[in-house]
């Protein structure tokens, strides 16, 4: 017998979750703090809960895309939700930590409910399609035995570690990397619009250098993974090299009044490496002193 669910939480991205499921012929139960966020999901044919228990009651896995951890806490951790949250599959894809994560599942075995935890890495569009990736952590048989449900949500599920907390970390860690790049842009189109360049130039030039940056980028993680960080034959520039010329970045924000606490936190990166004897090592050398 094929698996019913229900989805707690009707945003874009929850509802994108059950149309996802509706789509693909599961059984989709769903609820929502705002009742009229379910009518459009109903005319499409799901069944909509009364309650965040009536809709736990009715299946046997329950996706619960909320705002934060904290907010899935308050839902479920009543008796009568609890008590209809056992002997079911919990697939949490709301936002937190991995240390979240990690109390979710300690409180979900405590309550006879199996867990998994999943991150998002898609917008709402990419749900259902085979390019949707989520990444799931936690027991590797829940994972293996719902199969059907998970690539409902999109073609590219990913098991990511028996840990709990590392479908969050993994997301972190990529966000990270992401929020760098784009303030990274704010900073770039400040200097274009302070000098008077058209930033569709930028953009022209953007492109053309990505595979500079994609290859530095490669040979970053590879010297990290190793804690290769004293110059080589392979070394593309030292931290000495990439100090100099990122002095002429700080010189310009002074000269042209633009906002400069995003390189200076780096500067002082550069710093601490070079005051611990880095100066002629690789750049890689910095990635000491983020932990």
Same mark, same amino acid.
């Given at each position: 017998?094929?698996? @019913? ?55 046997? @896995? ?19 939700? $609890? ?21 979710? =599942? ?15 890495? /898609? ?17 590797? $048989? ?7 449900? %998970? ?30 790049? %784009? ?6 189109? =400040? @200097? ?5 360049? $058209? ?31 004293? $110059? ?19 010189? %310009?924000? /002074? ?13 002082? %990166?550069?710093?601490? =490496?070079? /005051? ?7 750049? =890689? ?7």
């Amino acid at each position: 017998m094929s698996a @019913i669910v229900s989805v707690i939480g009707l945003g874009r991205m929850g509802a994108a979750l059950a149309q996802a499921f509706l789509k693909a012929g599961i059984p989709t139960h769903v609820w929502n703090r705002s009742p009229g966020k379910a009518s459009a999901l109903a005319d499409q044919g799901a069944s909509v809960a009364p309650s965040v228990a009536a809709a736990a009651a009715a299946v046997d @896995i329950i996706v619960v895309c909320v705002s934060t951890y904290a907010d899935s806490d308050r839902l479920f951790r009543v008796p009568e939700t $609890a008590a209809a949250l056992r002997g079911k599959l919990i697939i949490q894809v709301s936002s937190g930590s991995p240390n979240q994560a990690r109390e979710q =599942a300690q409180w979900a075995a405590g309550n006879g409910t199996c867990y998994l935890d999943g991150a998002i890495m /898609a917008t709402p569009n990419f749900i259902g399609e085979p390019g949707g990736t989520i990444l799931y952590s936690g027991p590797r $048989a829940l994972f293996d035995t719902n199969q059907a449900v %998970l690539l409902a949500l999109g073609g590219n599920p990913q098991f990511v570690g028996e840990d709990v907390g590392h479908a969050s970390a993994l997301d972190l860690s990529l966000l990270g990397q992401m929020w760098g790049a %784009l303030f990274g842009q704010f900073q770039a189109a =400040a @200097i274009c619009q302070a000098e008077g360049i $058209a930033l569709d130039l930028f953009e022209e030039h953007r492109q053309a250098f990505l595979p500079v940056v994609e290859g530095a980028v490669v040979d970053l993680v590879a010297r990290i993974r190793d804690r290769r960080f004293a $110059a080589d034959a392979e070394t593309l520039a030292s931290l000495d090299v990439h100090y100099g010329a990122f002095g002429l970045l700080l010189q %310009l924000c /002074a000269e042209r009044g633009l906002n400069d606490l995003v390189p200076k936190a780096q500067d002082d %990166l550069f710093r601490r =490496a070079i /005051a611990a004897g880095h100066r002629q090592d690789d750049f =890689a050398a910095i990635s000491q002193f983020m932990r």
